[in-house]
């Protein structure tokens, strides 16, 4: 068998590196070790920046984002019983961030491929990758029917997330990895109950952090800081409930927190995470395969869409014999990564306790906190990198569309 482009992995940056190389009249295939159903349901960001927005909207794919996206023009950062208002549009000259869960872009990537008669196999297994230094390198696979498949491509483009089996193809010898682990994790529920707030709170307690999160006007994404060792079986909903309630608590203010069932409940681990190069000989990273940020900045999701958005054009110029922006592809996106690891850095030693920290830790982080509420400098700064880098996506890569 054959194929353009071998897409490893179904997740939003593997969903939409196909379309958009669709949309540039080239073929791919996409395969995927998990159900349909899965990766439809697993619970994951649900910020967009702007150029994601805009990105999603140029390529024809915003129907239900435009129809169902909240907008939200800033965030309230809380610390010290207070709570405060940082305002991206009066501080970025009308720059916002959209709430739409990354289920939803999930669900209508998927349902645009196979509307476009695209190969998207799901439930595949053995997923292989060889021959990445020759012209045509192979994407091996396992169907769900059990048959191994041989797909012979012009590049293959490893989608498959942090756990996937692209990135470890590259030669240890090649790759230069930077990493930190947290002595964190976060305890993250989904909640059947309209929100407590109209814009995500990022609060700052003793007690570690907690972020107040919405996915629409009835169901609400809570977050709380807990160790990374903890089960979850040892977080009843009650409990759950309980500590939110404090971390959110604003005495005197009659502000008070919606509870309601439970709908989804997990403990993600945090991390960063970049390996460089993004590329070796024919296979192409993208996303969460390349470079992971802890979650506090809402930049993983936006990461991998805006890696493809650069990916796209580059391998349309690869396969008419022009190197140069495939050449340029991983230094360009890692300049924005490191922008996004930095930042997502620096929101989330703001805002944690670390385990055994003295009062020096907390200290520090007030002043910062202080500083970043108080000087119009310091508001700029975080609002112009939460709601994204100012090239934007879509413009800057020249996107050519068919309508
Ligand atoms: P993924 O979404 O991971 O997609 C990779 C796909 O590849 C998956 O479908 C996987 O099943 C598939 N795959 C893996 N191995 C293989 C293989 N061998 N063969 C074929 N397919 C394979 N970001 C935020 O901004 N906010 C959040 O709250 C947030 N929460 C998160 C919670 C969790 C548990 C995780 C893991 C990430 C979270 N992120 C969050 C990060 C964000 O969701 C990711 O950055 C985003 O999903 C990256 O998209 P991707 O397509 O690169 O990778
Ligand atoms: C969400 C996740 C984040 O990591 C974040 O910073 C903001 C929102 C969310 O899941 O809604």
């Known amino acids: ?19 958009l190389l669709a949309l540039r009249g080239i073929e791919s295939v996409v395969v995927e070790i998990r159900s349909r159903a899965y990766c439809e349901a697993r619970q994951r960001a649900g910020v967009l920046e702007d150029g994601s927005v805009r990105l999603l ?10 129809r169902q996206g909240l907008e939200h023009g800033g965030i309230y950062l809380q610390f010290a019983g207070e709570r ?84 470890p193809a590259i030669p240890a010898g090649l790759v230069t990895v930077r990493e930190r682990e947290y002595p964190y994790a976060w305890l993250g529920i989904l909640a059947d ?19 107040h999160s919405l996915r629409s006007l009835s169901v609400s994404r809570l977050y709380l800081q807990v160790d990374p060792d903890e089960a979850i079986e040892d977080w009843p909903d009650e409990r759950i409930w309980e500590e939110l309630g404090s971390r959110f608590d604003l005495p005197g203010s009659g502000w008070e927190l ?11 681990p945090m991390r960063s995470f970049v390996s460089a ?25 936006n990461l991998a869409m805006a890696d493809v ?35 997502s850095w620096w929101m989330t030693t703001m805002l944690h306790r670390t385990p055994g920290a003295d009062d020096m830790e907390a200290a520090l982080q007030l002043s910062q906190l202080r500083y970043v ?25 020249g996107l050519k569309l068919p309508r």
């Not at 109950?193 to 972020?211: C, K």
């Open 1 to 19: 068998m054959r194929t353009q482009v071998g897409i490893v992995g179904a997740g939003p940056a593997g969903l939409l590196l196909s379309h």
């Open 57 to 66: 909207r140029e390529a024809g794919l915003a129907g239900r984002l435009d």
């Open 84 to 167: 405060h208002h940082i305002d991206f549009r009066a501080l970025t000259g009308s720059r916002t961030v959209t709430v739409y869960a990354q289920t939803e872009i999930v669900k209508d990537l998927i349902a645009q491929r196979i509307a476009d008669g695209a190969a998207v196999h799901f439930d595949v297994s053995d997923t292989e990758v060889a021959d990445l230094t020759s012209d045509r390198p192979v994407l091996r696979y396992t169907d769900s029917d059990g048959k191994r498949n041989e797909l012979t491509c012009d590049v293959i483009a490893g989608c498959d997330g942090f756990h996937g089996i692209s990135r």
């Open 193 to 211: 109950v309209p929100p407590s707030t109209d814009e995500l709170i990022y609060a700052h307690h003793r007690n570690g952090f907690a972020l």
């Open 258 to 268: 919606n509870q309601g069932p439970v709908l989804d409940k997990g403990i993600t």
């Open 277 to 301: 190069p993004m590329r070796y000989g024919r296979l192409f990273l993208a996303g969460d395969a390349a470079h992971i940020v802890p979650p506090t900045g809402a930049k993983g999701l």
């Open 309 to 343: 958005a650069v990916l796209a054009p580059a391998l349309e110029a690869l396969l008419k014999g022009d190197e140069r922006l495939a050449d340029a592809y991983s230094s360009t996106c890692l300049s924005r990564v490191w922008r996004a690891t930095h930042f």
């Open 373 to 397: 509420t108080s000087s119009r400098a310091a508001a700029t700064s975080l609002a112009e990198n939460y709601t994204g880098y100012p090239a934007d996506v879509a413009d800057e890569l």
